[in-house]
């Protein structure tokens, strides 16, 4: 057994070099058919690679290459093909596309479908002149329509003997949820009405096509036969006609006009189903190969990960007990067992956990995909010549996450399109490239994933959106006088602010930014911006790994449990009370020369010799980009959190984002990090002119902390 | 006993590898050589002298064709093509077997998991190969009769005057090829055949029949009908079976399990035909490997049908007649010059009255 598994990887070491000289054989042959298109030595000798990379990967299972290079072999062999001005294109695209799918192989990662390029040999293999096309439609006509041959028998039997037949075509209902049945249904309704002389799809197939056809013998009228067939629930719609002559033409008039209107319809399994057994070149009657894909609803994968995060919980209690035996007891005889036992546990637990996530994630790619198309039609919009550059694809995301920053991401694109990159003209009065580019990069930093839209356009004004700020009475002129770059360029993302002259149809209606940051913030991301006058602008989304566990750090405020996420966390610095300063309306801490703002969680001290004493834990946090020191009372430690989700009936603050359930029953809330600093800005700015604190604090602690405050003051 | 030596042709690196592997893995069989097309091919040819060949088809250079072509020119020694599943796959592996290759193995998509199952037919192949007796491509006889335009439209209501069915394996394309070619336009008796052949094969393999021959010859489709002057060819992966209904006698294809190992089977064809035909039934059991459609045949016989086996001098594999013939299930035995002879002569004339008594068998075996 070991054996042959051996052999199995010696085979696929031995497939991945030879594969990359084909692949290396592929691109060369572009390269020569560019220069010499259609040579029909070039094209064979190209197709030869194709082939042969497609019996190696068949035997090594690669699947999804073997098909992808089955199908372009299949195109490479129609003459039009090799005629066709796109080859060259199409074998550059082929043979990146294999690289990837090599590498994802490699890698055992999720292998690319290669759905550009599949629609792309497609489109070869589709030109009408192509030979095999036309001749297996002349063999089909020569064969009759889609009634057997015996089915024509009766059916011209029946015309012969002057009874009159009907030609009944039925569209299933979509919500049919068992066409076969359905079918079923429909010939015993129309058996009431005479003999029914053939049915299409047959009775025995397992086809689950929509669209079914029966032949009926009969003397009721039309009329009746499609009252009697519009079985409610079952059909949707019912066409009868009736059949004079041959019958084979006008079955096949028929069928193509009962198809078409139903198409749009059918939901999208269905569709795929249709449109693959309507397709021409589709190898015909070669059942569907079992696909070793497994579809789950991600429902069922949320569940398993929730247990996990249960047992996560279990592993916590365990760890707790054990904590308390060992310190009644600390040398019981079982304890080193119990710690073994722990251990292997965790680990275990550990690589169930990482098992599970993994099935959540997809490769950024997926999203990526799209961007092509978004770019191409902006730019067409704006007649500005823009081109896509894609890297990191490969980078795995949770699959909530990203079907969540979708739309966020695709206003980022089409902004940097519309606004970032400048027209033409000024490109070239700037001395830049005609041709702008847009860059979409994504990949791991630490515990999260960063996606970066980027592009080399004029960048942003940074002083018109100091102008735009003051101008819209987010900010006093004096303070916006104050704020450094970075500062003034997060103004871009308050809601309603738009730098744009004028509103187009692309952008610039002042909505999108603020979702953008609103999206991440529910993501527990972050969103910021790095621009460079006449260089360009960058956006970069900081996303976590997943939405369900994090690595956080716990600690008290005011007796209560608080945790934040680990990768948050700079550092964590000691200090006392002394050492905190008031500037302004805030407290800072100067920390190695450095002077961070501090946000005090908890209530303020009261003044007095020994207060200023008092020792206080600072952490040091950055969110988005800014760094921040949170006072807390004491430090619990750090801790692997499953995150429960709060409703809105449970908690009424946005500052908190989730909670969690301790291993010794205690419940901790977690801090909605970006909400805290927002909190913080937003009240500074609005200088109460008492130093912001006691955030954590209930309504009664703060009431009760304002009035010691004023008193103080007094 | 003195191993099988093979020599592999493919210009794939892999397959060079993979090939001998799976095949060494039977003890009396060695790979002496391998070769990336079809120049170094001749060359180990001449030089390692092996008493097979397996030849991948596409290869840069001298292509398998070519080779093959020299092969059977100047040093004629079995050749298996290792075939693959495309569009023109089929179509050239079909033109190898004329040219005069022993046989095939298809490598169908999934060849990854279905790997042992494909050695089992390569080995078992070559080994057919080592023992035959060579290669003899029979000349094909100049065709007999013309074209009939009209063989595209046939009448749906005419009647055969018997059920002719056919089982054949190894040798199979040439043979049929043989015997379907001396057929007239006209031969009265209806024709269904079970060639073993993976599908995506069969539709072109009835296509190039269908050009060559003055028959009609089709794969097979459920539903159609069983006419005079028409061959069925059943399509791979699915089984073929006959039924009498009240208007005509349609083939039915079925997805049934595998019989003998096969899909389709010539048992279940012959045990069809026996059942709804009885001694209507001409039953031909031809060249090929091992024993499928052996008890069929007897089927055949037990109904009172007309059996008959390919003789050994003309089989390029002489497994499945042979089966037959042991068991004593061969009412004739017929080289394959004749058959097409035999047949127009078991259809037509003083046979083609519709009785269905048992009275002409015994004349009928009388003869043989």
């Known amino acids: 057994m070991s054996g042959k598994d051996e052999r199995g990887a010696e085979l696929r070491e031995l497939f991945f070099e030879t594969a990359a000289e084909l692949l290396q054989a592929l691109n060369e042959g572009a390269l020569q058919l560019e220069k010499t298109p259609a040579d029909p030595e070039v094209v064979r000798s190209i197709r030869r690679t194709v082939h042969t990379l497609k019996g190696d990967a068949a035997a090594c299972g690669y699947r999804e290459l073997s098909e992808l290079s089955h199908e372009m072999e299949d195109a490479l062999a129609l003459e039009s093909a090799s005629a066709h001005a796109s ?23 999720k292998v690319p479908d290669g759905s550009t390029l599949r629609a792309m040999i497609r489109k070869l293999a589709a030109t009408p002149s192509a030979k095999k096309k036309t001749r297996k439609s002349d063999t089909k006509k020569s064969i009759g329509s889609q009634w057997t041959e015996y089915e024509q028998l009766t059916i011209t ?11 009944v075509t039925v569209t299933l209902d979509p919500q049919c949820a068992m066409p076969i049945a359905g079918r079923q249904l429909l010939h015993s309704a129309l058996k009431n009405l005479g003999d029914v002389l053939a049915q299409y799809p047959p009775a025995s197939s397992s086809s689950v096509g929509r669209v079914v056809e029966f032949a009926v013998a009969t003397t009721k009228t039309i009329a009746e036969v499609s009252a009697r067939a519009k079985i409610p629930t079952v059909a949707s719609k019912v066409k009868s006609e009736l059949l004079e002559g041959r019958a084979a033409k006008t079955n096949k008039a028929a069928s193509a006009t ?52 249960e047992l996560i919980i279990g592993k916590s209690m365990l760890q707790q007990a054990l904590n308390e035996l060992v310190a009644d007891d600390p040398k019981h005889p079982v304890r080193g067992k119990f710690v073994d036992a722990m251990g292997f546990q965790a680990r275990v637990l550990n690589d169930l956990q990482r098992s599970v996530m993994k099935i959540r994630m997809v490769p950024v790619e997926q999203l990526f995909r799209r961007f092509p198309r978004v770019v191409r039609d902006v730019a067409r919009q704006c007649g500005k010549d823009v081109s896509l550059v894609i890297t990191g694809e490969n980078t795995d995301l949770d699959k909530s996450i990203l079907d969540t920053i979708a739309e966020p991401l695709t206003h980022l694109v089409r902004n940097a399109v519309g606004h970032g990159i400048e027209s033409t003209t000024m490109r070239t009065a700037a001395g830049k490239p ?70 187009t149809e692309v952008s610039g209606r002042g909505v999108g930014m603020d979702v953008v940051q609103s999206v991440l913030q529910r993501l527990k991301g972050t969103v910021d911006v790095d621009s460079r006058p006449g260089l360009g602008t960058t956006f970069r989304l900081r996303l976590p790994l997943t939405l369900a566990i994090i690595k956080a750090l716990l600690f008290r405020v005011e007796q209560r449990l608080y945790a934040i996420p680990l990768n948050a966390v700079v550092e964590i610095a000691r200090s006392v009370e002394s050492e905190v300063h008031q500037v302004d309306h805030y407290e800072v801490l100067t920390l190695r020369n450095e002077v961070l703002p501090l946000v005090r969680l908890g209530r303020p001290v009261a003044f007095g010799s020994e207060a200023t004493a008092k020792k206080l834990f600072v952490l040091v946090i950055t969110v988005a980009e800014r760094k921040f020191g949170l006072i807390v009372d004491s430090l619990e430690g750090e801790e692997e959190l499953v995150i429960k989700a709060l409703d809105d009936h449970a908690i009424s603050t946005d500052l908190v984002s989730g ?15 970006a909400a805290v600093i927002e909190h913080f800005a937003r009240s500074r700015s609005a200088g109460t002119g008492s130093v912001l604190s006691g955030l954590l604090l209930s309504h009664a602690d703060r009431a009760r902390m304002s009035q010691s405050a004023a008193g103080g003051h007094a | 006993m003195k191993p099988v030596r093979v020599l592999v042709v493919d210009d794939s690196a892999l397959m060079r590898k993979l090939i001998p592997q799976i095949i060494e893995s039977d003890d009396s069989i060695q790979v002496v050589g391998t070769a990336m097309d079809g120049n170094f091919g001749l060359r180990k040819l001449e030089e390692l002298n092996p008493d097979v060949v397996t030849l991948d088809l596409e290869m840069p250079g001298m292509s398998g064709i070519d080779m093959l072509k020299a092969i059977m020119r100047h040093h004629p020694v079995p050749v298996i093509v290792v075939s693959s599943h495309s569009t023109d796959g089929a179509s050239v592996t079909l033109k190898a077997l ?17 790997m042992s199952e494909i050695a089992q037919e390569l080995i078992a192949k070559i080994k057919a190969a080592a023992q035959g007796k060579g290669i003899s491509v029979t000349p094909l006889p100049p065709a007999l009769y013309k074209r009939q335009a009209s063989k595209a439209n046939p009448d749906l209501a005419a009647v055969p005057t018997r059920v002719v069915v056919i089982g054949v394996s190894t040798g199979g394309p040439n043979a049929l090829q043989y015997v379907l070619s001396q057929l007239p336009g006209d031969f009265p008796g209806t024709i269904l055949v079970v060639q073993h052949m993976p599908d995506g094969f069969t539709d072109m393999f009835a296509r190039r029949l269908n050009e060559t021959c003055a028959i009609q010859v089709k794969e097979a489709q459920s539903g159609d009908l069983l006419l005079p002057g028409r061959v069925l060819i059943c399509p791979g992966n699915r089984h073929m079976k006959v039924k009498k209904l009240p208007l005509g006698s349609v083939a039915i294809l079925t997805d049934d399990s595998r019989v003998n190992g096969h899909r389709p089977s010539v048992d279940v064809l012959f ?40 003789n050994e001098e003309s089989c390029v594999v002489y497994g499945m007649p042979k089966a037959a013939v042991e068991r004593g299930y061969a009412l004739r035995v017929v080289a394959l010059e004749v058959l097409a002879s035999t047949l127009q002569a078991q259809c037509s004339g003083d046979n083609s009255s519709r009785d269905r008594g048992l009275g002409g068998r015994s004349a009928r075996a009388g003869q043989n």
């Not at chain 1, 590498?103 to 990662?109: D, G, L, Q």
């Not at chain 1, 039997?157 to 030609?167: D, F, I, K």
């Not at chain 1, 360029?489 to 004028?502: H, K, V």
């Not at chain 2, 290759?101 to 999934?110: E, I, M, R, S, T």
Request: proline residues 4%; negative net charge.
């Open chain 1, 87 to 109: 080859l060259a294109d199409v074998t550059f695209a082929a043979a990146d596309v294999f690289t990837d799918m090599l590498a994802a192989y490699r890698r055992s990662k």
């Open chain 1, 157 to 167: 039997t029946a015309l012969e003997q002057g009874r009159s037949v009907v030609h």
């Open chain 1, 258 to 309: 009962a198809i078409a209107p139903t198409a749009p319809v059918v939901p999208a399994p269905a569709l795929n189903l249709e449109s693959v057994s309507h397709d021409p070149l589709a190898p015909s009657g070669t059942p569907h190969q079992p696909e070793n894909i497994l579809r789950v609803d991600a429902e069922r994968i949320d569940n398993v990960l929730n247990l996990v995060g």
């Open chain 1, 434 to 503: 005609v041709q702008g580019t847009i860059r979409l990069n994504a990949y791991h930093q630490a515990n999260q994933v960063i996606v970066e839209v980027s592009d080399d356009g004029h960048g942003i004004d940074v002083e018109r959106v100091r102008a735009k700020a003051v101008e819209q009475g987010l900010i006093s002129s004096e303070e916006a006088a104050r704020l450094n770059e970075t500062e003034v360029l997060r103004f871009i993302f308050q809601p309603g602010f738009s730098t744009a002259q004028e509103v």
């Open chain 1, 659 to 673: 909670a969690s359930i301790m291993g010794d029953g205690r419940v901790v809330l977690i801090l909605n990090l």
């Open chain 2, 98 to 114: 004329g040219l005069g290759a022993f046989d095939f193995v298809a490598k169908p998509n999934d060849v990854s998991t279905r």
């Open chain 2, 271 to 310: 045990r069809s035909a026996a059942d709804e035909f009885g001694s209507l039934t001409i039953a031909v059991i031809m060249t090929g490997m091992g024993d499928d459609g052996a008890e069929g045949l007897g089927a055949v016989k037990a109904a009172g049908g007309m059996t008959i086996a390919q």
